[in-house]
């Protein structure tokens, strides 16, 4: 019940969120938001009901570490080739004739040898993984040789997917990295209960599913006549070389930061309290990942205009498109945490008994996430301004501060030290970020708008603890779900917090009439 009202409400916004801001909403976005959501349940279903029930507690985080442990990994080895293809791209497609199009071959080449040199420094620090993982860890060492492909076809589906977005080809790599891999999973879990293949061949086969991803994406580009490889070094690779290494230095730096400051916490437990901590983990990172969902859609809305208002210096379109993407966010963020956090205890009843240390990690997590979604698309604004260096610069904060916050915390406070780890280092990130884009552009998230949003979100979920219990976990769910859902809509409604709400509330009344 809580998925779908989340489904429904934070889609119907950002896609009253796109027309503001893009003046329509064009078909492959709305395919592709679609896709992200129905993945997303999909994805729901395998983590948090069938993994946890069906699998080992060690099972279960080893599926998990691959991963985490690839999302820090895969902008290494393609030493963030991604973001430089979405961004010179059109200057290679406006002077050059797709057969003579060469960046492809190079983004491909690069990765090639960032995978060789991630497996090198795997040989070479060899001493240290065993080390850290053979007491509290050692599944993951027996295991480790399936990182080398898994990391290969993660690496290489990326470079692919950054292409077929660049091309205007969104859909597919969406659905197979959304959807595809999702059911794929939960039809090789299916195969597992059944005992039709071992968990080792399981695991073989989970790990490989990037490789299967993006064989299809090739194919599918191929029929499109889209895919060139080029191996002619042509006169704009020339040309743009220096401003791309240097554009690509400074984005892996930045993404290799931020993605290892969010992702440390399960490296580090796994060291030090053993894989079964790591499955805990997963479920409250899943239940915090939820409320970044509306961020994903917004997020990338909101780039490109923001990139066309910095050229045109429309500082009035900037503010706007920082305020109003502070207060979506911050309605469907609280809408989502307090949801989630109202029914967390019938939530754990569904799960076995060992889960439950990961209530009041969800707890902190989630609350920083509603940090990092309240404070609008500042990241998006930086990277797009004049200033985009600062978005490294960030980046190496967050780092100083989450890895020795992680230790320190997991170490003294066991699983709940990442929590309390995550919520302090994104609440002085996004702080900086907020101070830094004050001083520098007069540009603040905030409104009276976003004190009425609180207020209504405080109201609604004490409101909805007021509904006795009935003993059943699952209805305790949906009643509280409806109730919390009617107060929090309702009072976001009736004292016209957002203007893109009251409208999209308006075009869905009007919608109902016609029909009728």
Known sequence: MLTFNVILWTGIHIHQYANI?????????????????????????????????????????????????????????????????????????????????????????????????????????????????????????????????????YAFFSIVENYSWSRHRTVMPNFLKE??????????????????????????????????????????????????????????????????RTYTASILGATFFTLLAKNVAPLIISSTDGLKQVAYLSIATYLATMIQVPQRSISSIALPVLAQSWIDKNMGKIHEIYQKSSLLQLIAALYIYLGIWLSIDSFFQLLPSSYSVGKYVFFFLGLSKVIDLGTGVNAQLLSTSRLWRFDLYSSVILVILSIPLNYTLIRTFGIMGSGYADFLSMLVFNCIRCVFIWKKFGLQPFTRQTLKAIVIAVVAYGVGLLPPHTGNALLDIVIRSIVFSGVFIGGILAFKVSEDIDSTARAMVQRIRRKR
């Open 21 to 153: 801001l893009m003046g329509v909403v064009k078909q492959q976005s709305i395919i592709s938001t679609v896709l992200i959501y129905l993945g997303f349940a999909i994805g729901g279903i395998n983590t948090l009901f069938l993994f946890p029930h069906f699998f080992t507690d060690d099972q279960y985080a080893l599926t998990r570490m691959f991963p985490e442990i690839g999302i820090v990994l895969v902008p290494l080895c393609t030493l963030s080739m991604g973001p430089t293809i979405n961004k010179f791209y059109p200057y290679y497609t406006s002077h050059l004739e797709d057969k003579k199009n060469d960046m492809l071959t190079w983004a491909l080449a690069v990765t090639l040898v960032g995978y060789l040199l991630f497996v090198l420094g795997t040989v070479v620090f060899k001493g240290v993984i065993v080390r850290k993982y053979s007491v509290n860890a050692p599944m993951l060492l027996t295991y480790f040789y399936q990182f080398y492909p898994f990391i290969f076809c």
């Open 179 to 244: 959807v595809g891999i999702r059911l794929a999973t939960m039809l090789l879990i299916v195969l597992y209960l059944f005992g039709v293949i071992g968990f080792d061949l399981f695991l073989w086969l989970l790990n490989l599913l990037w490789g299967v991803a993006l064989v299809i994406l090739l194919i599918y580009l191929r029929k499109q006549g889209q895919l060139y490889l080029s191996f002619r070094v042509s006169n704009v690779t020339r040309r743009l070389f220096r401003s791309m």
